[in-house]
């Protein structure tokens, strides 16, 4: 028997390249079972339990309690998710940011900063503030930006702003798009520059650049950056340059997107992804960071990638065929469960790891293998056996999988299906045989629905070559 590796397979486009296929709703998770060194389970189910006023725009938990921007409300989310309208915030259709102080919670919505105090929700009306696009807290200050201007308010009035106090982003003329803030510095992100400021003190602006630190590459939108695993990822580019995923410390930009996944991104306008949302999470060892886009969500493992010497991506989608909007994000740790909101219906839920439904909805799951190729001599697939976890299936269930294959990357044959074990079938075996010949090279694609609840380590075929 051959062993086929599965953490990622190949296609083909008629461009003509040769592009690497990402698990779809699968988690490759670096382990080493005997069987293989790593694995794919099934991406974490949605669990809904409350609806609220709008569609998600944001959350944070502050003082041990969820809150969340829905539409146009600002509003609580209980540990049962029962949701609570607290204020009204407006709503520009673009997601909400929030950060903390001692005392506040600041929301920058609609262009505009709101405080709430536990109580009541403010708007700050000081008319130096201007737009609102983000905000950070940082050393006592509320930071925001317009898109041209680093402006703070002042230390013992957080409503206040002082004109002679504005900062700015001065290496580069490109705009500011977004701020973060990370060992107490912040990081003014333009479009194509990346600037980092220190508190001093002083009169005026309080804050100086930090000359040396400036990267030279930028975010190509407020939301599509993010603090993780203690650097400043974002996804954007420098001048002239093609976007691509990036983790931005110590004056350096490395790379983390991978051909395919900067492949994917030419899909998208420059408007479509500078409304990208990228957010992070750790979660039982895995450090995932993850890019919305408007039909799916790409997501990189920074430490499954360390373990495994290779960038390890997979893709989520909510859609049965094809993909659609991943419709859990703002991720929020909060009553011991990550909370998560529905960008498309305004649910709100957690993530749970014994089902891989959404909110009640069967998703698909999909992955592939790399070429199997016998030096141009063909072969026989005399059978073809997935090795995994069977029988956690929902009960009462009976579910399908199937395979087929390429002899191009591009054009497939007819699916083969087979039962994929009731509930408690913890040993069936997921066997096809008499599975075809290849003349020259072959993928194998696999594909199943989250009825089918499973994890798989290992795929092994019995081939036959040909002499010829």
């Known amino acids: 028997m051959t062993q086929i590796p599965i953490l990622s397979g190949i296609f083909t486009d008629n461009g003509p390249d040769f592009r690497t296929s990402y698990p ?20 974490d189910g949605v669990v809904s339990n409350g609806v609220g006023p709008g569609l998600d725009r944001g959350a944070i938990n502050w003082n041990g309690v969820c809150y969340r921007v829905m ?5 609580s989310v ?37 405080y709430y105090d536990g109580t009541t929700v403010t708007q700050v009306t000081d008319p130096d503030l201007g737009i609102v696009l983000d905000v950070v807290w940082v050393d006592g200050y509320f930071m925001t930006t317009d898109g041209e ?10 409503f206040a702003v002082n004109p002679l106090k504005y900062g700015s982003a001065e290496a580069d003329p490109d705009p500011i798009t977004g701020l973060l803030k990370l060992r107490n510095e912040v990081y003014a992100l333009n479009r194509n520059t990346i600037e980092v400021f220190d508190n001093v003190g002083g009169d005026l602006f309080p804050f100086q650049r930090i000359e040396g630190a400036q990267i030279e590459k930028g975010s190509v939108g407020t939301h599509a950056c993010c603090i993780y695993i203690e650097t400043c990822a974002f996804l954007g580019s ?11 410390v110590n004056a350096n930009a490395t790379k983390i997107s991978t051909q395919e996944i900067d492949q994917i991104l030419l899909n998208y306008t420059e408007a479509e992804l500078a409304l990208v949302n990228m957010e992070a999470r750790n979660d039982r060892a895995h450090d995932h960071l993850y890019i919305h886009l408007p039909d799916r969500t790409l997501v990189f493992d920074g430490a499954a990638s360390k373990s495994l010497q290779q960038p ?73 056996e997935l090795v995994g976890l069977t029988g956690a299936v929902a009960y009462g269930s009976d579910p399908t999988i199937n395979t087929s294959y390429s002899t191009d990357g591009e054009t497939w ?25 290849m003349r020259n090279w072959r993928i194998q694609r696999f594909q199943g629905t989250s009825d089918a609840h499973m994890s798989f380590a290992r795929l092994e075929a019995a081939i036959e070559p040909l002499a010829f």
């Open 24 to 43: 779809v709703n699968l988690v490759p998770v670096p382990k080493s079972s005997g069987i293989s060194e790593g694995f794919l389970r099934p991406s």
């Open 312 to 384: 390890v991506w997979f893709i989520l989608t909510s859609s049965i065929a094809g993909f659609s909007k991943y419709r859990a994000q703002n991720f929020a740790w909060c009553y011991d469960k990550w909370l998560c909101g529905d960008p498309t219906t305004g649910k709100v839920g957690y993530l749970i790891n014994n089902i891989s439904t959404q909110y009640g909805d069967t998703v698909r799951w999909e992955f592939g293998t790399t070429i199997v190729y016998n030096e141009g001599r063909g072969a026989i697939i005399q059978q073809l």
């Open 149 to 158: 201007f680093l402006v703070v308010t002042e230390l013992n009035n957080p």
């Open 238 to 248: 420098g001048w002239n340059e093609a976007p691509g995923v990036y983790l931005g």
């Open 78 to 114: 209980a540990a049962n998710g029962t949701v609570t309208v607290i204020a009204d915030v407006g709503d520009n259709g673009i997601d909400a940011s929030m950060d903390y102080s001692f005392d506040l919670l600041a929301i920058a919505s609609n262009n505009n900063l709101y």
């Open 71 to 75: 539409g146009s409300k600002f509003c």
């Open 413 to 437: 044959s007819q699916q083969k299906f087979i039962k994929a074990g009731k509930t408690g079938q913890r040993a069936k075996r997921l066997v096809w045989f008499q599975q075809g010949w």
